[in-house]
């Protein structure tokens, strides 16, 4: 397939010389940014907050908060307050202490930031749950990682099964009539006080305990720990280009990684502006926000950059988006299609961004200061390596698809599985390699190209077929809104092709359309990758951070058990 190259457009960045970079890199010298350098004493909410505070930038705008209700902002100052208010709160209505796992599930508020932040400040390893988990999917994890306080809602608090989890302690409601037996947060927080003594931690203590998306599996819990914040910090100035100046939009929940990495720390750290929007997912809403707060850099997900490209562009019209001067992608494969719409639209290419939870910060990224390959993840970042292994760590040369992996060693790599070290240990090959568990090649020039995952890799008739190239064929064709593909097992082929589609619009679902995708596909991809099957659904099987689950589509064709749904979309 030819592949679009974009040049760099250095006019709106600050401009970053890769090459110069990647050279030069050194981790230590990004932490004498911090405090710490000099005591090692550290504590993730004082550096995101109360820094910029102590070096006279208090009254600057930290958080502009937007939902159906409320629309408030909050300076560094203000936020400084509440965060050492909600630390007060939790650490006197509970006996939460350093290194104990509390967790948040509620929707997203300003609370829930002065709760997450008061709850760093504290030393308390933070476990944020998305508001749509269910009984089953909240009682694995806290189960899993003993936590012993949980802050919540009256909405959801039904849905913490208390009697089955003797860890659990205490259960804090954010909300305004709060049961005898629990504790009531807002009528503490009135009378807190606004100041709090920071637990100074090591750089090694815990910060944050994620369970990943599940879009392959059970979900794992990660930790990662106050060190991983020189990575959170360096690549938002590097990838996101933060300044000072910029007002940032992250469109994550930080029930999921990105919404914590780059929906809090990244930004917070670099003393940019934050805009948090609460509630659902609405073309309207979106575009309004982009033009409401005049935001410059923006990091979303394929899928919500898709379901905008189906709204159709005349919606986007009827708003201001000029502020934007630098837009970002994470979650999935970027599909060069949606690259192209975004430049109709926004007047900018997105950037893709590679990375995982168990990374906890980019690893494979387009960097501002370089041309884009449509469809290719970029190159990493300074300060990691990555390669192209077979199944024994070795390194294959370019073009050759196989394990995308990581040199062990950078700041915000996760310590630990929580509570199954096994797990941990099978990331890693000799070498120093982690595996990702993604699959991909490397081209001459040093860019990486994902494929799928290692799983989701189809072998047709002696090829290897990557399933994301497949899908990026067929929602360029205009009927195709989404696409899933998977192998199946074939007795004369090995696996065939089958596609599953979303269609746009519009469109009816018919024999000859089917017919006519597959030419598509034939022609403008390859013979042996269209798919010989297609079958059409109103919506794929996702994750709630938007992932299609290729893993669910295959289990229903194969009627094989689907296992762990607990982050499957309604
Ligand atoms: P689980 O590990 O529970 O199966 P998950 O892997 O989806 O779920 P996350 O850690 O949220 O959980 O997602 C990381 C994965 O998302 C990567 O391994 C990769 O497959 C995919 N991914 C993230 N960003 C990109 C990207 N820019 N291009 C392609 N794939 C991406
Ligand atoms: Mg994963």
Redesign the pocket.
């Known amino acids: 397939m030819k592949t679009e190259i974009y040049e760099v457009e250095p006019g709106d960045y600050n401009l970053q010389d890769y090459d110069e970079h990647y050279k030069n890199f050194d981790w230590k010298e990004v932490e004498k940014a911090f405090s710490w350098h000099e005591t090692g004493k550290v504590n993730m909410g004082y550096e995101c907050i109360d820094r910029h505070v102590d070096s006279g930038r208090g009254d600057k705008v930290a958080l502009y908060y937007k939902d159906a209700e409320r629309n408030e902002s909050y300076t560094f100052e203000e936020m400084k307050r509440n965060s050492n208010k909600a630390a007060n709160v939790l650490k006197n209505t509970t006996d939460v202490a350093k290194g104990d796992r509390l967790f948040i599930f509620m929707p997203r508020s300003p609370e829930l930031y002065f709760v997450l932040l008061g709850a760093l400040k504290i030393g308390a390893i933070v476990g944020p749950l998305f508001e749509a988990f269910m009984e089953k999917a909240v009682k694995d994890r806290l189960e899993n990682s003993e936590a012993s306080v949980i802050v919540t809602t009256n909405s959801l608090v039904g849905r913490i099964p208390v009697d089955e989890l003797p860890n659990l302690k205490h259960i804090v409601i954010v909300d305004d009539e709060v049961a005898d037996q629990h504790i009531d947060f807002n009528k503490a927080f009135k009378e807190a006080a606004d100041t709090f003594d920071i637990e100074w931690l090591d750089k090694e203590d815990g910060l944050i305990l994620?369970?990943?998306?599940?879009?392959?599996?059970?979900?794992?819990g990660?930790l990662h720990v106050q060190y991983a914040m020189v990575q959170h910090y360096i690549s938002g100035q590097y990838v996101l280009d933060l300044t000072e100046d910029d007002i940032y939009w992250c469109t994550a929940d930080p029930g999921?990684?990105?919404g914590t990495s780059y929906g809090i720390f990244a930004p917070w750290l670099n003393g940019a502006t934050n805009v948090i929007a609460g509630g659902r997912f609405s073309p309207e809403g979106w575009y309004s926000t982009i033009e409401e707060f005049k935001v410059t850099v923006w990091y979303s997900a394929?899928t919500a950059f898709r379901m905008l490209m189906g709204a159709g562009d005349e919606l986007s019209k009827n708003y201001d988006l000029s502020s934007l001067r630098h837009v970002l992608?994470?979650?999935?494969?970027?599909n060069p299609e949606v690259i192209k719409w975004g430049y109709k639209v926004f007047g900018k290419r997105i950037h893709?961004?590679?990375?995982?939870?168990?990374t906890g910060a980019h690893m494979?990224v387009n960097y501002p200061s370089m041309d884009i390959k449509s469809g290719s993840?970029g190159k990493p970042i300074p300060g990691v390596e990555a390669a192209i292994v077979d199944n024994d760590g070795n390194v294959l040369p370019p073009n050759r698809m196989g394990n995308l992996a990581l040199k062990e060693g950078w700041p915000s790599m996760m310590r630990d599985v929580w509570n199954n070290r096994p797990k941990y240990e099978s990331y890693f090959l000799p070498g120093g390699w982690y595996i990702?568990?993604?699959s991909a090649y490397m081209d001459e020039d040093g860019y990486f190209w994902?494929q799928?995952?290692v799983d989701d890799v189809i072998m047709t008739a002696g090829e290897r077929v990557g399933p994301?190239e497949v899908e990026s064929k067929l929602v360029e064709h205009p009927a195709v809104a989404e696409a899933g593909v998977i192998g199946k097992p074939d007795p004369v082929r090995g696996e065939i092709i089958k596609a599953f589609i979303a269609l746009r619009e519009g469109f009816a679902a018919t024999d000859e359309l089917k017919e006519e995708i597959r030419v598509f596909v034939k022609n403008g991809l390859a013979a042996h990758a269209a798919p010989r099957e297609i079958e059409f659904k109103d919506k794929l099987p996702k994750?709630r951070?938007g992932?299609i689950m290729r893993r669910v589509l295959k289990a229903w064709e194969l009627d094989l058990p689907t296992g762990d749904l607990s982050?499957l979309e309604d």
Request: without cysteine.
């Open positions: 994620h369970y990943t998306s599940g879009s392959t599996g059970q979900p794992k990660v999921w990684v990105t394929p992608s994470v979650g999935e494969p970027l893709d961004t590679w990375w995982m939870t168990e494979i993840m990702s568990g993604d994902f799928g995952r994301f994750t951070s992932k982050t």
